[in-house]
């Protein structure tokens, strides 16, 4: 068995680690396009001070400082100020959606040209080839080849298609003495003395591409003070909430302020901050280019109340993944190796639309990334396609039980009147049957306070589509509502999904107004 093999297997067991790619402009003549670079580390992402400024200045603030002084005692959160009427987020420089960057790898008809480097943890170089384009290079240690290049790569590609902003990153093989006009000779040849070499001296690098102006990083608490667009405390954007979701699925547990990039960009409504996540490294089981530990994703560096306990036990405590040197997946209590006051605030609503993001990436999109990550054994790239797939579905099954998972709302009359056409995720993502799925309804029409309840079975199709009848509107038709301040005409049906052990999760509020077609129309929801 290869080392790569070996590597990958120890990656498929501990699926954990922490590890971040620093970035920050590099002087150099303007590219044909501006592109961002590396070469050290800048001053605001050191992991000591996240962890002392997220572990106690930040909880402190939370505490005393915001609004709901009772709600932070009790452990309880405000929801998400940014989203929209239909309980999501739109696009913009924190979350692509499906828009898609486009760029191509590093040109390697000519040498390149070595524009700075890094020597402080992972060896990196900041490469510029013949088009002007500038790429960050990474690399494997010769202990696991493979190991952290792949990752890179393939939580890349996850990430993107998950809808967040991330680098275009490839998988690279080349020749360092052809290649590299080494122009800093000193740097490139210390970079590269550690790294993992293949038999005929070529080199394996993932390769990095973010276009724009590198402003530095994003912290996920606050506010960027040189950005006027930048009006909502971090902590409370849907996007970061959400993100614990995906970083949880990915096991990126090296997810902090020093592996977040912000680059300033021109696009057609003009210039505009995007906001990007890095340090893949630390990702699906890799922790510095090296297999992660039972502790990743269980426990984090600094646990204050776990330290104490081990403390006063003089200790004797000892956590499961101590006793056990193993751990399990919780899709809702994964923790990162640096505290993360976004996800800290996260709340099932948040959750729930991390998870559709999830569930939205299919199979053939996994295999696509874990090939792109060019693992030299394919029965390690199937286990970790096997791995990831197994990971997606329990994150999808742990958020979606936890609210009424219904999507694809509409109005729909029919003989009988209006009714509530509706596909449920939960049929959809077979996590419960279709037949017999029951659900209770309360109903309050516009213009009136009291209240209508029912509780209706149903059989849904194999893909969870089915049809709720809803009550007649009061009067006439629509029309006596018209002349109504729309605060009055505002009516709202709540539905819930029973399971059949009795489990009872968040009801789906569905907001309507009075419609003079259908009798209804939806206005917005909430989970």
Known sequence: MTRATISCLWMLASCGGSRTVIVHVVPAPAPAEPTASLSRRTADSGKARELVQQSVFGPLRALFNSPGIARNLAGMHAEAYNVTSEDDVVGSGWFAG??????????????????????????????????????????????????????EVIAARLYEAAGFHAPQVWIVTFDPERQLALGDTGTARAVLAGV???????????????????????????????DPADTLP???????????????????????????????VDTAGGRTVRHYVLGFESSLGSRNGRPSTARAGTEGDWDSGKVATRLLTLGFYAAAWERSNARRFDPLRWTPSYPNPAFARRTARDGFWGAKLVAGISDATIRQAVAAGELGDSAVGRALVDTVRA????????????????????IRQGATGSALAFRDLGVAEELVPPQHRRYEIVMSQPGDRR?????????????????????????????????????????????????????????????VLPDSTTGYRIVGRRY
């Not at 790898?105 to 510029?128: H, K, Q, Y």
């Not at 993992?196 to 606050?222: I, N, S, Y």
């Not at 971090?234 to 680059?263: I, K, N």
């Not at 997606?392 to 709302?409: G, I």
């Open 98 to 151: 499906t828009s898609r960057a486009t760029a191509e790898p590093p040109d390697t008809s000519a040498a390149w040209t070595v524009v700075g480097g890094r020597l402080d943890g992972a060896p990196v170089l900041a490469v510029r080839d013949a088009r002007g384009h500038e790429y960050w290079l990474t690399f494997d240690t010769p202990e696991y080849p493979e190991l952290a290049t792949a990752t």
């Open 196 to 226: 993992a070499r293949r038999a005929d001296g070529r080199l394996r690098t993932a390769a990095h591409f973010v276009a724009g102006r590198v402003l530095g990083t994003f912290a996920f608490a606050g506010h960027r003070a040189d």
């Open 234 to 264: 971090h902590e409370h954007r849907r996007e970061l909430r959400g993100l614990y979701v995906v970083a949880a699925w990915l096991d990126h547990t090296g997810l902090f302020r020093g592996s977040t990039l912000d680059v300033l």
């Open 391 to 410: 990971r997606r579905a329990l994150t999808v099954a742990r958020w979606f039980s936890r609210v009424t998972p219904l999507d694809e709302l509409a």
């Open 451 to 511: 209240t209508q309840r029912a509780s209706v079975t149903l059989d849904l199709s194999a893909d969870g589509r089915g049809v709720l009848p809803l009550p007649a509107l009061q009067g006439e038709d629509a029309m006596m509502y018209a002349d109504w301040p729309v605060e009055r005409q505002l009516g709202w049906i709540d539905v819930r999904a029973v399971a059949d052990d009795g489990t009872r999760p968040r009801v789906l509020r569905i907001y």
